[in-house]
């Protein structure tokens, strides 16, 4: 079992900022697309960002872009989502998540993080 570990959740005010961290298995992020979904009580779970194994390509939701940057840090095995001008619309239980292939479809995921909660609030 592949475990992947998130960290950097917590409570923010609107347009303040949080850094969530994924720490994975090296070879994980070697041969993994690692994405983040999010998910609030009572919808389906939803993909916001992605960062490739193969290439380091990145790819955005519409709703997060612009806002949210992806990155990786390949001698600490860990993958960041740092997301700036945080709306309360983006309050939701964040899951880090190993693709098997670049796309935020959660069919694609062999493994999920156990998940943060981000909440922004006034």
Same mark, same amino acid.
């Given at each position: 079992q592949v475990q992947l570990v998130e960290s950097g959740g917590g409570l923010v005010q609107p347009g303040g900022s949080l850094r969530l961290s994924c720490t994975v298995p090296r070879y994980t992020l070697d041969y993994y697309t690692i994405g983040w979904f999010r998910q609030t009580p009572g919808k389906e779970r939803e993909g916001v960002s992605y960062? =490739?194994? !193969?290439?380091? %390509? #990145?790819? *955005? @939701?519409? =709703?997060? &872009?612009? !806002?949210? #940057?992806?990155? !990786?840090? %390949?001698? &600490? %095995? #860990? @993958? *960041?989502?740092?997301? %700036? !001008?945080l709306e309360p619309e983006d309050t939701a239980l964040y899951y880090c998540a190993a693709l098997r292939v670049p796309a935020l479809i959660v069919g694609f995921v062999d493994y999920w993080g156990q998940g943060t909660q981000v909440t922004v609030s006034s």
């Open positions: 960062i =490739s194994s !193969r290439d380091g %390509n #990145t790819y *955005y @939701v519409d =709703s997060v &872009k612009g !806002r949210f #940057t992806i990155s !990786r840090d %390949n001698a &600490k %095995n #860990t @993958v *960041y989502l740092q997301m %700036n !001008r």
